[in-house]
């Protein structure tokens, strides 16, 4: 069966930089697009960017850009996503997820919080 | 970027009552591309419905979507306790991907 398994919660200080990575299992890693979205505490989702496995194609939303990357390792089914120079504000969950074949986001990681505290 | 609006924001139903959720497009979403996800505290959202109206592996059918355009609806047909939970739209159509601000369903 399908499943991504992020990595664990972080703690950062303002400024710094986090990599959270996402192990694909259960199909084939390069045949579907990869997807970051986040959840503030008590606030709703928001859709960062999304990565093609097989190209390394990024697209990023504008809020991020500059801030984000998102690679991968295909060799060990593995995305990544880093975000630079944050701040109080990008304590969050973060969730990376896959789409189905027919396109909406069906699977999701379990989710990485990463609080960002002085 | 397409903004999806969510109504009501919280709605306070008891168990087997029928819930209708909204959610509005700022503009037409083509080919229906629109999910609905529930949420639970401390989980992942789980996907309900894709393409508008079709029911996702494992949901049982007192969940139900329809609409097209700019206009779609949620319909949960018999509360049960496990469906108090936060329920997001999603639009998979045009970039950015954008969500919906969330409708709480909780016990009355």
């Known amino acids: 069966q399908v499943q991504l398994v992020q990595s664990g919660a972080e703690v950062k200080k303002p400024g710094a930089s986090v990599k959270v990575s996402c192990k694909a299992s259960g199909y084939t890693f390069t045949d579907y697009n990869i997807y970051w979205v986040r959840q503030a505490p008590g606030q709703g989702l928001e859709w960062m960017g999304w990565?093609?496995?097989?190209?390394?194609?990024?697209n990023y939303a504008q809020k991020f850009q500059g801030r984000v990357t998102m690679t991968r390792d295909t060799s060990i089914s593995t995305a990544y996503m880093e975000l630079s120079r944050l701040e109080s504000d990008d304590t969050a969950v973060y969730y990376c997820?896959?789409?189905?074949?027919?396109?909406?986001?069906?699977?999701w990681g379990q989710g990485t919080l990463v609080t960002v505290s002085s | 970027e397409i903004v999806l609006t969510q109504s009501p924001g919280t709605l306070s139903l008891s168990p087997g009552e029928r819930a209708t959720l909204s959610c509005r497009a700022s503009q037409s979403i083509s080919y229906n591309y629109l999910a609905w996800y529930h949420q639970k505290p401390g989980q992942a959202p789980r996907l309900l419905i894709y393409?508008?109206?079709s029911r996702a592996a494992g949901i049982p059918d007192r969940f139900s979507a329809n609409g097209s355009g700019t206009d779609f609806t949620l319909t949960i047909s018999r509360l049960e306790p496990d469906d108090f939970a936060v329920y997001y739209c999603?639009?998979?159509?045009?970039?950015?991907?954008?969500f919906g601000h969330g409708t709480k369903v909780e016990i009355k």
């Open positions: 990565m093609n496995p097989n190209s390394g194609a990024t």
């Open positions: 997820a896959r789409p189905l074949p027919a396109g909406a986001t069906g699977y």
């Open positions: 999603h639009q998979y159509v045009m970039l950015p991907r954008t």
């Open positions: 393409d508008a109206s």
